[in-house]
């Protein structure tokens, strides 16, 4: 199982979710850590020397990345608007 790193802004979104999307979104952090590429994940482009993730958890994108021993949380946010993705471009993530 790799360890988890989240970022604070990964952290405060979790943070003002209501508990059942808080409740999903923690699952599939954890699954993550034992499975970081599942089939229903997508890799993104971008980025230059990491291949950052995206997996859809209800309403919910988890923006993520992993190496040998660390699955990095980058970003959590709403999937039906593109903030999340305007917040990875403006944070050098995408």
């Known amino acids: 199982m790799l360890r988890l790193r989240i970022t604070r802004d990964a952290e405060k979104a979790m943070d003002k979710m209501p ?56 970003l959590v946010g709403k999937r039906n608007d593109g903030d999340v993705y305007k917040k990875a471009k403006r944070k050098g993530i995408l």
């Open 19 to 74: 508990d059942k999307h808080f409740c999903q979104v923690y699952d599939a952090v954890q699954s993550l850590r034992v499975v970081p590429e599942p089939g229903d994940s997508k890799a993104l482009l971008g980025g230059e020397t990491l291949v950052r993730r995206r997996k859809d958890v209800g309403e919910y994108r988890i923006i993520y990345w992993h190496d040998a021993e660390t699955l990095h949380i980058d």
